[in-house]
């Protein structure tokens, strides 16, 4: 198998036509527009279908229908558009229909701007829409990963009948890189769906519904979705650790941030100082008790987003008052190189003193 | 024996939950009607709106799936690209389809979509309790408009159906009333023809269906069925707003 060289929007396109989509309904934003400008090319050459609807809005309820229908289906926009989503994402969630939606996510809030940014991992990790619900949250931090957790994406959403969510940022969709596809699923090979909606031809009526107006019954349906979460919550936490074994601090971070960071780390280790890595892949599911442990071995964490401070509240809860946890971040769609990152965690470590020997007794 | 008259087989035996007057149950009977005699039970895909119509699914005895408020032609439009052998309705409300879903039906209808809309129009949002409506009276009252819908302040009513003439995709429009026998027959056959040409595949087909609500117009059913010819035809003038299907009159394939 041979490797080719591509955009991260044409990665995330091409992967999902190869792991069995072929419905894709969209809206143009920047900087994402490579996406659906591909799929209405690609969609073209394997009989699927391609429409450009009136928005953002119109796009995710397209989507919800042709889930509705059984098809592997997407859409993808960037920060304000994914905002428009929303309300077709809380759907989504209670009626239990499969879809995958990518934000490549952009500086904000508000029109903000067109620059690569981490601003939305609260609405992607906490629900940005209305309701007691979560959304599958993957964070790819390359090319080939873009790839392969397409590839899961559509995999976890027919799985768990759960929207699910490929955060990006406008960094990933434009960087070229080189990238390995899996053999291409053919949609037909997929398992049959007993759920959907195909005419009630030699079966009873079947309604896909999220209206339940006794609570008692919509309180049973809220359990049901919580039992799945715990199921997803317990099999499906994915992450990255990366010289974490004699690291006295760790830094955390997802995405194009977590990219950055290893640049950053590969600077400073060549100065001695230890430091290591450790980046979650699933978002929500957030791998809590894995990152937990590993502060309870090094007791300092670095979290690093470009943001505010969204993750590290994360971090915190994973960490449980059982270490230190700094911040460092920039939001704004600014994109900060590895050795403004690698003076961050050099100023913290020595500042700590953790390259004195006490450190690591204290470790002990 | 000779049997003349039954349920519709397309509605399941349930009583439905509409208030006495309400003019829901007619149109039900009449789509299911339509459905039965075209023979498309088994392959028809309902989309009900968020409205007093939100529980159609209790009542049409074909798949439905439910859409978020005034989104139910982008889902439809989702159904239909994925399985186009199948027929796919939608049955909306005037909040639904031409105030919050307004973009979602102008496009639906301008890209011609093979889809057939039922758009019951009884100028007033019945299941929150009677506040304005895009479709309205000037002069109306509702609970928002405690003086009457003010022009200068509300605007005026909107014709939704007039609008989707100008789309190049719809190809048959047509606004009937149920209010009357004779109206009703009408609307039965427009009804019909709206679903024959998502069959025929020509095109985007609306039945706007002018409705009584005589629990939020405040008046006696009787009233209500009456204020319909002599007060709300008067701005929604009952007939064909556009017919590109070459059909003849009978509503049969030329």
């Known amino acids: 198998m041979t490797k080719r060289l591509m955009r991260g929007s044409h990665v995330l396109g091409e992967a999902a036509v190869r792991a069995g989509c072929r419905f894709y309904f ?48 997407m859409t993808t926009s960037s920060s304000p558009g994914i905002s428009l989503k929303q309300e077709g994402i809380s759907y989504l969630a ?33 629900g940005g829409g209305h309701g007691d619900y979560r959304c599958i949250v993957l964070a790819p931090a390359s090319c080939q990963e873009l790839c392969d957790l397409t590839f899961r994406a559509f995999d976890l959403a027919d799985k768990y009948r759960n929207p699910v969510m490929i955060l990006g940022d406008g960094m990933m969709g434009q960087m070229m890189e080189p990238v390995e596809f899996p053999e291409p699923i053919d949609p037909a090979s997929l ?8 005419g009630a031809a030699g079966r009873p009526q079947r309604t896909i519904l999220s209206l339940l107006l006794d609570p008692k019954v919509l309180e049973a349906h809220n359990y049901k979705l919580t039992r799945k979460y715990d199921a997803i919550t317990r099999d499906e936490q994915d992450w ?6 004699d690291a006295r601090l760790v ?89 403004e990152v690698a003076h961050q965690i050099s100023h913290y470590y020595y500042g700590a003193g953790l390259d004195q020997a006490a450190a690591v007794a204290r470790r002990a | 024996m000779k049997k003349v008259f039954s349920k519709p087989q397309s509605l399941k035996p349930t009583v439905m939950h509409y208030c006495p007057g309400c ?20 392959r028809t895909i309902g989309v009900p709106p968020a409205g007093c119509a939100v529980l159609a699914y209790n009542y049409f005895d074909v798949d439905m799936g439910e859409a978020p408020h005034g989104r139910a032609l982008a889902v439809a439009t989702g159904l239909k690209r994925v399985q186009p052998d199948k027929v796919v309705f939608t049955y909306q409300g005037d909040g639904d389809i031409a105030a919050i879903g307004t973009a979602e039906t102008i496009h639906a209808a301008n890209r011609g979509e093979k889809l057939t809309a039922i758009f019951v129009n009884n100028g007033t949002y019945g299941m929150t309790g009677g506040q304005m409506a895009p479709t309205t009276l000037v002069g109306m009252g509702s609970t928002t408009t405690p003086q009457g819908r003010n022009p200068d302040r509300d605007g005026t009513p909107l014709d939704l159906t007039q609008m989707l003439a100008v789309a190049k995709g719809s190809v048959f429009l047509e606004r009937v009333a149920v209010n009357s ?29 002018l409705s009584m609500c005589p629990t939020n117009w405040k008046m006696e059913p009787v009233k209500a069925l009456e204020w319909i010819d002599q007060t709300m035809t008067q701005v929604f003038p009952l007939g064909v707003i556009k017919d590109q299907t070459g059909y003849d009159s009978k509503g049969e394939t030329a």
Not at chain 1, 191 to 198: G, Q
Not at chain 2, 187 to 195: C, E, L, P
Request: glycine share 12%; proline share 6%; net charge neutral.
């Open chain 1, 191 to 198: 398992p049959a769906k007993d759920w959907i909606l195909t």
């Open chain 2, 23 to 42: 003019g829901h149950s007619i149109i039900h009977r009449l789509v299911a009607e339509a459905i039965d005699q075209l023979g498309i039970q088994e």
């Open chain 1, 251 to 339: 830094v955390v971070a997802f995405g194009t941030a977590a990219r950055i960071a290893k640049g950053a780390i590969k600077r400073v280790r060549a100065l001695g100082v230890k430091v290591g890595l450790f980046r979650p892949k699933t978002l929500w599911p957030f791998p809590y008790q894995p990152l937990g442990e590993l502060a309870r071995a090094t007791r300092h964490l670095l979290a690093f987003e470009m943001n505010s401070g969204q993750m590290v509240e994360d971090v915190r809860l994973a960490v449980c008052g059982q270490g230190e946890v700094h911040f460092y971040g920039r939001p704004g769609g600014v994109i900060p190189t590895p050795d």
């Open chain 2, 181 to 209: 026998p004779k109206n009703i027959k009408r609307a039965a056959a427009a009804i019909k023809k709206a679903f024959q040409v998502q069959l025929d595949g020509l095109g985007f087909a609306l039945v706007e269906v």
């Open chain 1, 94 to 126: 209670g009626l239990e229909l499969p879809a995958v939606i990518a934000n490549m996510m952009r500086g904000g809030p508000g029109l903000g701007n067109i620059a690569p940014a981490q601003g939305d991992y609260f609405q992607a990790t906490r």
């Open chain 1, 26 to 73: 969209g809206y143009p934003i920047t900087p994402q527009n490579e996406v659906p400008e591909y799929m209405s090319a690609r969609l073209l050459e394997v009989g699927g279908t391609f429409v450009q609807a009136e928005s953002e809005v119109a796009s995710i309820n397209m989507v919800m229908g042709a889930s509705m229908a059984g098809a592997r289906v």
């Open chain 1, 240 to 245: 990255e650790t990366y010289l974490c074994d």
